[in-house]
């Protein structure tokens, strides 16, 4: 999904017991959990940056291309199933 920095962007998901993952294009040899079903945020600051809509999906609020660009993941434990999504973030980035 390619979103304009500041949009939002929603990512689909469903099942009784999913997890949210996130690795940046800043990071990329770190995988962060953002959310674990049915209500656990891993951080709060991941509260007013992240929403959780329907049968958790994920809405990435006001997209920024340092923060929020990279691969997300929906792991659905009872299925075993991990579906990733990419989310590029186009705007002007600066670096220093």
């Not at 979103?3 to 949210?20: D, Y």
């Not at 329907?54 to 792991?75: E, H, M, P, T, W």
């Amino acid at each position: 999904m390619t979103v304009a920095q500041g949009e939002n962007a929603m990512f689909n998901c469903s099942g009784s017991t999913v997890g949210w993952l996130l690795t940046t294009l800043t990071a990329p040899h770190a995988v962060v959990k953002i959310f674990q079903s049915p209500d656990e945020w891993a951080d709060e600051s991941y509260r007013s940056r992240f929403d959780i809509s329907g049968q958790y999906n994920l809405i990435v609020n006001s997209a920024d291309a340092r923060a929020d660009a990279g691969k997300y993941q929906c792991n659905s434990y009872e299925s075993k199933h991990f579906f990733p999504a990419y989310l590029v973030v186009i705007g002007k980035l600066n670096i220093l």
